[in-house]
């Protein structure tokens, strides 16, 4: 089944960040004719710690994007983890499935990067675009295209709504999930929710080679607090500043009450001086957002709907990554949209779709459900404390560490610590 006479393309793609993005470049580079919207005018910001895990470079690298440090990328060798009187450094593991090195890049090129390569594939994209809500078929409540209407930088309506049609439709529009939240995908209030602040600062760390995250968040004075489950990153851009934040998790969505503003201004004023970290260094506000976890929305996929990246809560619980899961969200969508456009049927078609939401629950699924497991058990301050003193001396164990909580490790094969941490998701339901 392919695009009928009166759609305007075969799929619609709400949201230019990481999993709307990757999924339209997926989607031309298999002939289909898509169209992108994206409710910003590019470059544009985005809250998130800029850094990217060898999984996520593995994903660039699949779609062809450039990564050379000439084209604004900077590359780092592995983390730095300080901690409970420690401070140790893991390089990223040589693996056959990916590289071994991480990259950053602020998101306010990164994603406009991206939303050029899927353009030069073949997608169009339509900035300063405002999805408003879905459009429905009348006999069968089938989503069979979008709403939409211009605005300016400010967000504020420039013209008159118009419709959008196309046979499948894929929400990528972050951490709100308007579209499938009107159409009564709600989210899961059971599963992890993170927050995240972060800023940047001009410092001379702006070329460090490691990805530094501090363990020891406080949410009061050291030694008169209980320690939080989260941690504070140090990620040097190469281009004379840093991304500074810091974030943490619940294990379910009950909001906290946590200042973490303030919280992220007591760490600032206990940095060293050298580093710079100072109100007169400072390059923007202090910036936060909410992180959703472990497949907090779904079903990923029902009646002409995909949900893609935050909108189907896709970060990771163990580290609060989304960026490499939504380039993969976008990658296995557009593989099953473009099986499912050739589907002489629609019971065809619709079996196609369905494996997109099989595809990912059985790459992530148990992976995520130790993840949630993990969150539960570091949510009582004892336990942080105990793993930051006595767990980072050990290197068998950080290895272990490393590979679980980045998600780098061999699925088939590897070493020992590849087989369990492989094992252990195998083994965990997929829930």
């Known amino acids: 089944m392919t695009a009928a006479a009166h759609d305007d393309a075969d799929v619609i793609v709400v949201g230019a960040g990481p999993a709307g993005a990757g999924a339209a470049y997926w989607c031309a580079s298999a002939g289909l004719d898509v169209l992108l919207l994206e409710k910003s005018a590019f470059p544009r910001d985005k809250i998130c710690g800029d ?8 994903e660039l690298v699949r779609m062809g994007v450039p990564i050379r440090e000439q084209d604004g990328w900077i590359r780092n060798v592995g983390l ?9 450094e893991l390089p990223w593991p040589e693996l056959s499935s990916y590289p071994s090195y991480g990259l950053a890049r602020a998101r306010t090129t990164f994603d406009q990067t991206l939303a050029e390569h899927a353009r030069a594939a073949g997608a169009k994209l339509s900035e300063r675009t405002s999805v408003t809500g879905p459009v429905l078929d009348e006999r069968t409540g089938r989503v069979v295209g979008v709403r939409a209407r211009p605005v300016d930088d400010a967000g504020r309506r420039a013209g008159d709504e118009v419709e959008y049609r196309a046979p499948v439709v894929i929400d990528a529009g972050g951490v709100s999930a308007r579209l499938a939240t009107s159409v009564g995908r709600v ?9 995240a602040v972060r800023t940047y600062f001009r410092t001379p760390r702006h070329d460090d080679p490691w990805m530094e995250s501090h363990l020891e968040l406080w949410d009061g004075e050291p ?9 504070g990153w140090i990620f040097s ?17 009950a909001a906290t009450k946590v200042d973490y503003k303030d919280l992220f201004a007591r760490w600032m004023a206990h940095a060293p001086a050298e580093w710079e970290f100072t109100p007169e260094h400072q390059v923007g506000p202090v910036r936060g957002a909410a992180l959703p976890m472990g497949f907090n929305r779904g079903p990923m996929y029902a009646d002409g709907l995909l949900l893609a990246g935050d909108s189907a809560g896709m970060v990771s619980p163990f580290n609060g990554e989304g960026i490499a899961y939504g380039l ?24 196609a779709l369905a494996t997109y ?3 990912m629950r059985e790459d992530l699924g148990g992976y995520y459900t130790l993840g949630r497991l993990f969150v539960r058990i570091i949510e009582h301050p004892q336990v942080m404390r105990l793993c930051t ?13 490393l590979k679980l909580l980045s998600d780098c490790y061999e699925p088939r094969g590897g070493d020992t610590v590849d087989r369990v941490i492989a094992g252990l998701a195998r083994m965990a339901p997929a829930a």
């Open 187 to 195: 989210k899961r209030d059971d599963r992890p929710m993170g927050v």
């Open 237 to 253: 851009l190469g281009d004379g500043t840093a991304n500074v934040g810091l974030g943490s998790v619940s294990s379910t969505a």
């Open 389 to 401: 003193r006595y767990g980072l001396p050990r290197p068998l164990l950080m290895k272990f560490v």
């Open 357 to 359: 939401q099989q595809r």
């Open 51 to 58: 850094g990217l895990t060898p999984r996520a470079v593995s």
């Open 223 to 231: 030694g008169r607090s209980h320690l939080m489950p989260g941690y």
């Open 328 to 351: 993969q969200a976008g990658r296995v969508a557009a593989d099953a949209i473009s099986q499912a456009l050739t589907r002489g049927s629609a019971a065809g078609r619709e079996r």
């Open 80 to 88: 730095r983890v300080i901690g409970g009187g420690h401070r140790i």
